[in-house]
């Protein structure tokens, strides 16, 4: 059994239930040339299908909300019905929107009422393992309005003054104290009612959906992350990725 299917601890009947949404809208334009990166494959597979499977392995998790390429929701749909998923879990495809803020809201405007908690995971972390989407969704059972999974940083951190003309040295501004940084993932975690507040409240454009939260003045609080949960971004990242589900293969002796 690979990875990615491997059943979830977490129990699966409570009162509140949980739906996950998937913004997969990008293009993709740090990756290169190509389809729309959550369309792209790893190993054979598209990515968002990893991510979906991701997700899904949760049993807490009964409803997925994919949100595909402005142009493309009848393609994702084609996906998910060619590929094998959980019967336990049900799914939507909506169209996304031009901002990853924009289509995560679309998203959570599909959502069927009888969903408490809501999972926001990006297509473009595929490989997250089911005990981090475990966890975010015990933290916010256990009261977090939002919760984030993050990582303590491997390198020092410096602000600068971003150069005018990319390439021209930037003057440093001070270096932030690193034990107290994090370096923020999904799937990010919310009682709904907050997370819809978030979005109907906020409108700058912020990078992730716990940052909107912070902005209600709402308490966020941090679960550890997975560096398996990285987030495909440039080129290198898909050789990680590849090399990921290898020693996944390796380990499960297939
Ligand atoms: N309009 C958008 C932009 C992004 N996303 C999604 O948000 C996640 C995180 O975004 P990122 O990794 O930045 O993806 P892209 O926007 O595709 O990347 P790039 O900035 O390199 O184009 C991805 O799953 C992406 O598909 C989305 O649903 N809708
Ligand atoms: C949500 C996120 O993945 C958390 O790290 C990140 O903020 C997405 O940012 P991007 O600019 O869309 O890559």
Known sequence: MSDDSRPSRTEPRTALRTAAVIPAAGRGVRLGPGAPK???????????????????????????????PPDGAPEVKSLLDAHALPDRTDFLVVPGGESRQESVRLGLDALPPDYDIVLVHDAARPLVPV?????????????????????????????????????????????PERARLRAVQTPQGFDRRTLVRAHETVTSNVT??????????????????????????????????????????????F
């Open 38 to 68: 959550a369309l792209r494959a790893l190993n054979g597979t598209p990515m968002l299908i990893h991510a979906v499977r991701a997700l899904a392995a949760s049993r807490a998790v009964s409803l997925v909300v994919v949100v595909a």
């Open 131 to 175: 005990d981090t989407v475990d966890a975010v969704i015990q933290a916010v059972r256990d009261g977090a309005p939002a919760v984030v999974p993050a990582l303590p940083l491997a390198d020092t951190v410096k602000e600068v003054e971003p150069a005018a003309v990319p390439g021209d040295p930037e003057p440093v501004l001070a270096t």
């Open 208 to 253: 992730d959906d716990a940052g909107m939260v912070e902005q209600l003045g709402e308490r966020v609080v941090v679960v550890p992350g997975h560096e398996e949960a990285f987030k495909v971004t440039r080129p290198l990242d898909l050789v990680l990725a590849e090399a990921v589900l290898a020693r996944r293969r390796l380990n499960d002796g």
